[in-house]
């Protein structure tokens, strides 16, 4: 089997781009040394096709290439944090009608060619200077939510959770900046992604 991991630096986390099988060090790579060894009798290939700093946008443009073209039984995505943070970074306004054309055209994509897919909620974690971001986080998880679900075959919701434990837990635990999952922020992702996953091993 097939998975092909599609998102931004959270996924890509200083992959090899000159080594197809290098996983990075975030939470595709735990998510594999947790997968592969209770699955020993199974041919599952993981392929890690995330790009720093990827938009929604970004991974339409390169979807054929990135993913269709390698054939995937299935495809895990988490994209949408930088749709936000570049709109206060760079001054790039998020226009939120070609935000969600653009998603539910990749996903529409995906499920036309006959792969699962399982959609993984960005989110945003309270450092001080992420929280004027939240306004217009909360509109686009607001279109997430009411686009992504009907249309993958698993939704993984990160940002009620990342922020829940936060409230107990310094947010720092989970990520320094509020965005970049620290070690412990990225096995908290790949132990909840690897359970819609096996849902859907061959």
């Known amino acids: 089997m097939k998975i092909v ?8 986390c200083g992959r090899d781009r000159n080594d197809p099988k290098s996983l990075g060090n975030g939470f595709v790579k735990i ?18 096709k995330g790009k720093s700093g990827d938009e929604v946008g970004d991974l339409l443009a390169r979807a054929d290439e990135d993913v269709v073209a390698l054939n995937p039984d299935a495809v895990v995505i988490m994209i949408g944090i930088n749709n936000t943070l570049h709109q206060f970074k760079d001054g790039k306004e998020l226009d939120f009608k070609k935000f969600e054309e653009d998603l539910k055209a990749l996903l529409v994509k995906f499920g036309d060619a006959g792969f699962d ?25 607001k279109i997430i939510n009411e686009i992504v679900p009907p249309l993958v075959k698993e939704f993984v919701a990160y940002d009620e959770m990342f922020n ?38 061959l």
């Open 31 to 48: 998510l594999s040394d947790k997968l592969l060894p209770i699955y020993p009798d199974m041919d599952i290939e993981l392929i890690n």
């Open 117 to 141: 897919v399982i959609f993984l909620e960005p989110f945003l974690l309270p450092a001080p200077d992420k929280r004027r971001m939240r306004k217009v986080f909360d509109r686009e998880l």
């Open 5 to 12: 991991f599609l998102g931004d630096s959270i996924t890509d």
């Open 164 to 201: 829940g434990v936060a409230e107990s837990i310094p947010y720092t635990e989970y990520s320094l900046d509020g965005v970049h999952p620290t070690h412990r922020g990225s096995r908290l992702i790949a132990d909840t992604a690897i359970k819609a996953i096996r849902k859907h091993l």
